[in-house]
């Protein structure tokens, strides 16, 4: 992995748009410097962070989505670029990034819960420094009818290193997660009141558990296998 410069960040923490009149308009330009100079941090070849810090919610609540933890954001930013992101574009060409990094207003705002772990949420410390992070994107070749849904992900859980892969039975954008301890569990959303199963697992407990251990190499995933047997939950094992 190439080492790109980091960035200088001096305070931390979210901003409300528009600044505070009281921050006066010195700190209000070196704040907006700041979060420049973040946001143009390079985290791969193809990608900058940028790509990662809008969110409609944050936007709708006039939050700037500025993290309280930046190293631990370009840390996660780069863990998905390198192992995830950039894979998939030289595999499939383009994609949009239809939500990256959440910051923690917005993600209280919608879930009060203290014992929520949204990985959207970059810098949350589920795992301490490592990185835990979630990515959702919508891949053009798929939106365009030229590889199936179900091909793109089955691609993406043999061929790189996930924790979640989520697909959506009426749409086609991927939620990708990764993690320390990878649950490798790919499954698929649906609307039980369209007549749609509500959930339907490819790789859960029964690939890890029943299936995985007889297949030959040739048709196992690249990565594994799973830190909890397919299980969604960790119990205990972070």
Same mark, same amino acid.
């Given at each position: 992995m190439k080492n790109y410069p980091l960035p200088q960040i001096s305070s931390q923490g979210n901003l409300s748009l528009p600044c505070p009149l009281s921050h006066g308009k010195k700190s209000r !330009?070196? !704040?907006v410097e700041e979060y420049e100079a973040l946001a143009r941090t390079r985290l791969s070849k193809n990608f900058i962070l940028r790509d990662f810090l809008f969110s409609t919610e944050s936007a709708s609540l006039g939050l700037s989505n500025f993290p309280e933890r930046p190293d631990l954001v370009i840390?996660? #930013?780069r863990a998905l670029c390198e192992n995830v992101l950039?894979?998939?574009l030289t595999r499939f060409g383009r994609f949009a990034i239809i939500f990256g990094y959440q910051c923690r207003v917005a993600i209280d705002a919608e879930d009060?819960?203290?014992r929520t772990s949204n990985p959207h949420m970059w810098d949350r410390r589920t795992f301490g420094d490592q990185p835990f992070a979630r990515v959702d994107i919508l891949p053009f070749c798929v939106e365009d009818g030229e590889v199936s849904r179900y091909d793109f992900a089955h691609w993406m859980m043999h061929e790189l290193d996930l924790d979640l892969l989520m697909q959506f039975k !009426?749409?086609?954008v991927y939620?990708?997660?990764i993690s320390p301890l990878p649950r490798r569990v790919w499954l698929e959303w649906g609307r039980p009141s369209l007549g749609e199963k509500r959930q339907q697992v490819f790789m859960g407990l029964d690939y890890w558990r029943k299936l995985y251990p007889s297949l030959p190499d040739s048709q196992r995933p690249k990565f594994g296998p799973s830190c909890? #047997? #397919?299980s969604m939950q960790w119990r205990g094992n972070k």
């Open positions: !330009r070196k !704040r840390a996660a #930013g950039e894979p998939t009060s819960s203290p !009426r749409s086609n939620c990708i997660t909890t #047997g #397919g």
